[in-house]
């Protein structure tokens, strides 16, 4: 049986790229593998899999009752297939924080470190095969770490994830900060995008004091974009929470180069976590934020009700 390899349902570079990647690592050792895509992947990914000559994978709904798989980017049960738990889940490679809630048919490899991105624990997970890895799939690797780490702006970047990304780097002759620039303003293209689809673009949901959650976040080197529509988009996050089971949409628009976020206020019970969690003081329906970049490490450990 083929083994499939997929991420989260919200694709970002990382959930796009380190399943194709993780897919070349398994044929290249004699593993049948194909990478999959839960959900329609954001602008920037679209254009590091054109730019690396990769067609996008499959988009899946479900997995099938004994589907061989790997999980990447992910191990929260929220971000998977509904039949994910009658699956044949082979391992977990992952960088977030484990969420629980999974059930395998027998003992898994789980691998999940503290590094700013999963192409780089694939990397270190590769060993000397790493050496082996045609261009493609170093663009691929090089891309989803520059994207996690913002190139390298992100509190959650590691060295281990910078060494690794400036030795792709040298060795496909690429500029980083060129290269990161052209990734970041296909990120920042988001005119194609309904609110609905901007809100759940790059989104998690966590549960925090009882309080159901959709984190999400929107990095943009071009802020105002974003924040033309704020109110339309303020209008959408009670329906989006309606129909996706949660208590509230939290949107963070993450400036790259000013490095802060704007988080948007709707209602009394943004305000109110807003305050809490990041001692802010709210007037308006907009708050900033200095120096918040990043969800995993200053936004989803901060949040309170």
Same mark, same amino acid.
């Given at each position: 049986?083929?083994?499939?390899?997929?991420?989260?349902?919200?694709?970002?570079?990382?959930?796009?790229?380190?399943?194709?990647?993780? %897919?070349?690592?398994?044929?290249?050792?004699?593993?049948?593998?194909?990478?999959?895509?839960?959900?329609?992947?954001?602008?920037?990914? &679209?254009?590091? *899999?054109?730019?690396? #000559?990769?067609?996008?994978?499959?988009?899946?709904?479900?997995? &099938?009752?004994? &589907?061989?798989?790997?999980?990447?980017?992910?191990?929260?049960?929220?971000?998977?297939? +509904?039949?994910?738990?009658?699956?044949?889940?082979?391992?977990?490679?992952?960088?977030?924080?484990? =969420?629980?809630?999974?059930?395998?048919?027998?003992p898994i490899n789980i691998t999940i470190r503290p590094l700013a991105c999963t192409a780089t624990i694939m990397? &270190?997970?590769?060993?000397?095969? *790493?050496?082996?890895?045609?261009? #493609?799939?170093?663009?691929?690797?090089?891309?989803?770490?520059? @994207?996690?780490?913002? *190139?390298?702006? !992100?509190?959650?970047?590691?060295?281990?994830?910078? %060494?690794? +990304?400036? +030795?792709?780097?040298?060795?496909?002759?690429?500029?980083?900060?060129?290269? +990161?620039? %052209?990734?970041?303003? *296909?990120? @920042?293209?988001?005119?194609?995008? @309904?609110?609905?689809?901007?809100?759940?673009?790059? @989104? $998690?949901?966590? %549960?925090?004091?009882?309080?159901?959650?959709?984190?999400?976040?929107?990095?943009?080197?071009?802020?105002?974009?974003?924040?033309?529509?704020?109110?339309?988009?303020?209008?959408?996050?009670?329906?989006?929470?309606?129909?996706?089971?949660?208590?509230? =949409?939290?949107?963070?628009?993450?400036?790259?180069?000013?490095?802060?976020?704007?988080?948007?206020?709707?209602?009394?019970?943004? $305000?109110?976590?807003?305050?809490? !969690?990041?001692?802010?003081?709210?007037?308006?329906?907009?708050?900033?934020?200095?120096g918040v970049m990043s969800r995993k490490k200053q936004i989803i450990p901060a949040?309170?009700?």
């Amino acid at each position: 049986m083929t083994t499939l390899v997929f991420g989260h349902k919200s694709p970002d570079t990382d959930s796009t790229g380190s399943p194709l990647i993780w %897919e070349w690592f398994l044929n290249h050792t004699g593993i049948e593998a194909k990478a999959a895509l839960l959900g329609t992947p954001n602008t920037e990914a &679209q254009f590091v *899999a054109k730019r690396w #000559g990769f067609d996008l994978p499959e988009v899946i709904a479900d997995v &099938q009752d004994d &589907q061989s798989c790997v999980i990447v980017d992910t191990n929260n049960p929220a971000e998977l297939p +509904a039949n994910i738990n009658n699956a044949d889940v082979l391992a977990i490679i992952d960088h977030h924080l484990l =969420v629980g809630g999974l059930h395998t048919k027998k003992p898994i490899n789980i691998t999940i470190r503290p590094l700013a991105c999963t192409a780089t624990i694939m990397h &270190q997970m590769m060993g000397d095969h *790493a050496g082996h890895m045609p261009e #493609g799939i170093k663009g691929l690797m090089l891309s989803c770490i520059l @994207s996690d780490t913002l *190139a390298f702006r !992100s509190p959650t970047t590691t060295e281990m994830d910078k %060494e690794i +990304a400036e +030795a792709l780097a040298k060795d496909l002759g690429i500029d980083i900060e060129a290269y +990161a620039g %052209e990734m970041f303003e *296909a990120k @920042s293209d988001i005119s194609a995008f @309904s609110d609905a689809e901007l809100l759940r673009m790059d @989104s $998690k949901e966590y %549960e925090v004091g009882g309080k159901k959650f959709r984190v999400s976040v929107l990095e943009t080197t071009a802020p105002k974009v974003v924040l033309d529509r704020k109110a339309s988009l303020m209008e959408t996050m009670p329906k989006v929470a309606k129909e996706d089971k949660v208590d509230e =949409v939290l949107l963070f628009v993450v400036d790259i180069i000013k490095e802060e976020a704007t988080m948007l206020i709707p209602n009394d019970l943004a $305000k109110t976590v807003a305050e809490k !969690s990041f001692d802010a003081t709210v007037e308006g329906d907009s708050v900033v934020l200095p120096g918040v970049m990043s969800r995993k490490k200053q936004i989803i450990p901060a949040l309170k009700v």
